[in-house]
Nanobody, 123 residues
Framework: QVELVESGGGVVQTGDTLTLSCSAS????????TVWFRQPPGKEREFVAV????????SYAESVRGRFTVSKDVDKKTVYLQMNNLKPDDTAVYYC????????????????WGQGTQVTVSS
């Protein structure tokens, strides 16, 4: 088990940039594949992006591809989600999840989660 902490959410305007962080309490994420999910108001949790243990992005959701970038710092302690050109449809609670193996874009398969950070994009 790994305890995850997200930060960086906030209220921004359409077109703005925001960077979220996900870190593991007391340890590194070197052994974990890290996935970003989001849950828009009134909707189910959905896949956003995933990065492998070495810090190489694996996949992005179609809705964010070209605007969002997932990265991992060199000491493998923090995973970032840089979100450019934000749109009102990006409004959601953003969560990071981590497992030692990739479980696909299915939130139900992940057991290690952060508490989430709210992102609100106003038009």
């Amino acid at each position: 088990q790994v305890e995850l902490v997200e930060s960086g959410g906030g209220v921004v305007q359409t077109g703005d940039t925001l960077t979220l962080s996900c870190s593991a309490s007391g340890r590194t994420l070197e052994q974990y594949i890290t996935v970003w999910f989001r849950q828009p108001p009134g909707k189910e949790r959905e896949f956003v992006a995933v990065i492998n243990r070495g810090g190489v992005p694996i996949s992005y959701a179609e809705s964010v591809r070209g605007r969002f970038t997932v990265s991992k710092d060199v000491d493998k302690k923090t995973v970032y989600l840089q979100m450019n050109n934000l749109k009102p449809d990006d409004t959601a609670v953003y969560y990071c999840a981590a497992e030692t193996t990739y479980q696909g874009p299915f939130p139900g398969r992940y057991t290690n989660w952060g508490q989430g950070t709210q992102v609100t994009v106003s038009s």
